[in-house]
């Protein structure tokens, strides 16, 4: 097995692992440290809460994270889980390019601009 194989094989397993330990912790932050969010537990359990990735942006997403406001960890625990497929994908791509396999680079490319424009594109239509 190649190194590039072994990552791509471990590319799921330490993304969600990752995933899960940053969610936690912006858990643990909305119950620990009362008023550090500016949202309610009550706003966030809501099922027709307003807070979304648009209201929360990746732009204002430092100061969330250096203020210590666990919403904000959700969304990057939210991010980095969305991100592990797409990196491995992403990985899968160039491992077939280096073994010069030539039809599965292009299924796999096409893949992962599927996934992107998924993800980048199709939100802004909706």
């Not at 969304?75 to 599965?104: C, D, E, H």
């Not at 490319?109 to 996934?115: E, Q, R, T």
Request: glycine residues 8%; without cysteine.
């Amino acid at each position: 097995m190649t190194d590039l194989e072994y990552i791509i094989g471990n590319t799921l397993r330490i993304g969600v692992v990752v995933s899960i330990i940053v969610i936690l912790i912006g858990l643990a932050l909305l119950l620990l440290v009362p008023g550090a969010s500016r949202y309610s537990l009550s706003v966030i359990a809501s099922p027709t809460s307003s807070l979304n990735s648009s209201v929360i942006g990746f732009g204002s997403m430092q100061n969330g994270l250096e203020s210590l406001d666990g919403v904000y960890y959700i969304m990057l625990g939210l991010a980095i889980l969305i991100a592990t497929p797409v990196a491995r994908v992403l990985l899968s791509v160039f491992w077939f390019f280096q073994k010069r396999n030539s039809v599965y680079t292009v299924i796999t490319a096409i893949v992962l601009i599927n996934m992107l424009v998924a993800i980048f594109i199709i939100p802004h239509f909706m």
